[in-house]
């Protein structure tokens, strides 16, 4: 695309938006849009080959944004009119990249784009015109994908995709990785097997519990914008292939672990799983209890991998779990207090709806006890006292950010609060590896130093000292 | 100016080309995107169920279901009961969110009562109430409709349930059929 301002109509025709494409090194690279958010690349216009169902017709291009985190959600829209700009761009970008104008100012120049608002006439990028979508007569050429009827066929092609969609694979991957640092922190005997089998069982069991509530879930998801376009919402499967793939998923899970790892672990897999799909799921829309029940949800898989590696729980794990159930009150409250309005309509008991002053206060506690634990924790013998001061600026930074939405709460301090919380919590588990306790026990050297000898063995960087913390 | 008469220009183009006869028409690219349609196709030519666009009052998109020849009474079962629970759905969300946008228009109403009329700022803007006030807005709503949403969350899992069970002894038997046709 060329530079220009384009003013881009929704799919729905609700909002419009103005928007200025710049072209650098003959490359599109940013595309700045007016109005209430930050500047944001639109995916489709930078990587035109990867423009996947859409139709490359003789019709309107549809563009797609990129859904900058999971909770904004992605918009379409299609190009409505396009006026050129010259080389000076200085007097329509403004003066900082985050300061944007208000969307009721117009561009400098032409205020006659603002005028034709009713009826838009639709331009399409390669120069062949196209029919408006205001059509009483829809043209199926001009219309985007989501707005077709589509044949209820199973693209098998497709079915590896929609299986990490309905396990939510990103959030089982994080659960893993929480599950990777209750193995590490566990002081028994690290075995690399065993820890593969122990997280491919804790993979799977996420992914079966993910899957059963997305089956649950179908009308409530498509009341928000954030999950309207899952995989069963759009039926794209049929709720009992999602079932038979949960079932799979979960059996083959819990299998693994009972046989290959650990009974205990297997129990708390099955345990975690009932009370994921049969408890926190129902219970969204009956009480802000929920909230403390998802927590403990997200506290078990590092109790998982603890057990998998020692075969019983010590101090050190419920120190582990701990901090992750506390974890997950400053990071869901801040991420619901966005969505209260979706969460309102769609009939969700949360927090942030019913009592505002219960979220923020709980997620400040939270963030506090977070804070406590980890100076406490060398007195369980699970890290040295290094820990304790590490962790230390880490923890008050988060804790400032949960001061600050404790004490004035709107949009912006739940988006930092709620950013924060994603490197935080990687941060604070590297802290806690790099300061276990048996990696400086004198006695304890052989069995640790293998598997740490083995992680490190994969990493390309140069190694770092261990022994010299 | 130049955009006007571009647009202006533009449209008499697609004018014109629409009217060019038939023959010379460029061939649809929805031909070869099988599976998409702008209409779901009559029932002779449908292979499987075709799902719609979400219905803007209920946010639901609705499925066709497909009514095979050969359709045992299991299989008739299970699509009045998926057709059944679509539209009990489609009634209670269009209907709710039809009261929630009434609600919602009634509160912002009193609000700028409360604000003595003064609906439109300086720049033309509409004025909106800030979050806090949509917040207790959306806190009533909640506590409200909660009696209601319960129990239609019960009456849901029932339904889903059983289509799940349903569908699961449909599949079966179709294999098992198959099987033994393949013998």
Redo the contacts between chains.
């Keep these: 695309m060329r530079s220009a301002v384009y003013m881009l109509q929704q799919r729905a025709g609700v909002a419009a938006l103005k928007v200025v494409v710049l072209q650098q090194g003959g490359r599109t690279t940013c595309v700045w849009r007016t109005g209430d958010a930050p500047a944001r690349c639109l995916d489709t216009w930078n990587k035109p080959w990867a423009r996947r169902g859409q139709?490359?017709?003789?019709?309107v291009r549809w563009y797609t944004s990129k859904a900058s985190s999971s909770i904004t959600p992605k918009r379409t829209y299609k190009a409505v009119?396009r006026?050129r700009i010259g080389p000076d761009h200085s007097r329509i970008l403004p003066a900082s990249a985050s300061v944007l104008t208000?969307s009721?100012e117009p561009l400098q120049g032409?205020s006659?784009?603002e005028t034709?608002h009713n009826k838009p006439?639709t331009?399409a990028e390669d120069g062949v015109?196209?029919?408006g979508v205001d059509d009483v007569d829809?043209?199926?050429?001009v219309?985007p994908?989501?707005?077709?009827?589509?044949?209820?066929?199973l693209d098998l092609s497709k079915l590896l995709g929609y299986y990490m969609k309905l396990s939510k694979i990103r959030l089982t991957g994080l659960v893993v990785i929480s599950a990777v640092g209750g193995y590490y922190m566990a002081p028994g005997s690290h075995d690399f097997s065993t820890f593969l089998l122990a997280m491919t069982g804790t993979g799977l069991t996420s992914c079966a519990a993910n899957t059963i509530n997305q089956?649950?879930e179908?009308?409530f998801d498509?009341?928000m914008d954030r999950t309207?376009n899952r995989v069963l919402?759009?039926?794209l499967l049929?709720?009992?292939h999602a079932?038979g793939f949960a079932a799979v998923a979960g059996s083959t899970g819990t299998l693994l672990l009972y046989n290959w790892v650990n009974p205990l672990t297997a129990a708390l897999g099955v345990g975690n799983l009932a009370l994921y799909t049969l408890l926190y799921t129902?219970m969204k829309?009956?009480s802000i209890a929920n909230t403390w029940v998802g927590s403990l949800v997200g506290a078990i898989p590092p109790l998982m991998g603890w057990a998998a590696c020692t075969g019983q729980l010590e101090a050190g794990a419920w120190v582990v779990a701990g901090i992750l159930y506390s974890w997950q009150f400053p990071h869901f409250n801040a991420l619901s207090w966005r969505l209260?309005?979706d969460?309102?309509?769609a009939?969700y008991?949360m927090m942030s709806?019913?009592?505002?002053n219960l979220c923020r206060r709980v997620a400040l506690r939270h963030c506090l006890l977070i804070t406590s634990v980890c100076s406490l924790a060398p007195l369980t013998n699970l890290t040295t006292w290094a820990f304790a001061f590490n962790s230390l600026p880490l923890n008050l930074y988060f804790t400032y950010l949960g001061w600050k939405f404790y004490e004035d709460a709107?949009?912006q301090s739940a988006r930092r609060l709620f950013m924060a919380s994603l490197w935080h919590l990687p941060t604070l588990l590297l802290c806690m590896f790099i300061c276990k306790k048996s990696l400086h026990d004198k006695d304890k050297q052989d069995n640790i130093k293998v598997f740490t000898d083995f992680l490190v063995g994969f990493h390309p960087f140069p190694v770092l000292p261990f022994h010299r913390l | 100016?130049m955009?006007?008469t571009f647009?202006t220009g533009?449209?008499a183009?697609?004018a014109a080309?629409?009217a060019r006869p038939a023959g010379r028409r460029?061939v649809?690219?929805?031909a070869s995107?099988?599976?998409?349609?702008?209409?779901?196709p009559p029932q002779s030519q449908m292979?499987?169920?075709?799902?719609?666009?979400?219905d803007p009052s209920s946010?639901?998109?609705p499925?066709?279901f497909r009514v095979s020849a050969g359709e045992s009474s299991a299989e008739e079962r299970l699509r009045q009961l998926r057709a059944e629970t679509q539209k009990w759905?489609q009634a209670f969300?269009s209907d709710?969110?039809q009261q929630?946008n009434k609600e919602k228009a009634d509160f912002i109403r009193t609000w700028l009562e409360k604000e003595d009329f003064n609906s439109v700022r300086t720049?033309?803007?509409k004025r909106m109430p800030p979050?806090e006030d949509?917040?207790e807005f959306?806190?009533t709503?909640?506590?409200e409709?909660?009696p209601s949403?319960?129990q239609?969350?019960r009456e849901?899992?029932k339904r889903?349930l059983y289509?799940?069970y349903l569908?699961?002894r449909v599949?079966m038997s179709r294999l098992v059929s198959r099987a033994l046709m393949r013998r």
């Excluded at chain 1, 139709?55 to 019709?59: F, P």
């Excluded at chain 2, 995107?33 to 779901?40: D, E, F, K, M, R």
């Design positions: 139709l490359q017709a003789s019709g009119s006026e208000s009721t032409n006659r784009q034709d006439t331009i015109p196209a029919t829809a043209d199926p050429e219309l994908p989501n707005q077709l009827w589509r044949e209820q066929k089956v649950f179908v009308p498509s009341q309207r919402v759009r039926g049929s709720p009992l079932v129902p829309r009956m209260r309005p969460y309102s309509r009939g008991c709806v019913t009592n505002p709107n949009n | 100016m955009i006007r647009c533009r449209n183009y697609a080309m629409k460029k649809k690219a929805k995107v099988p599976g998409l349609a702008a209409q779901p292979a499987h169920d075709w799902i719609g666009p979400a946010n639901l998109r499925i066709k759905n969300w709710h969110n929630f720049d033309g803007s979050a949509m917040s959306y806190r709503f909640l506590t409709h909660q949403q319960l239609y969350q849901w899992y889903n289509i799940i569908s699961f599949k």
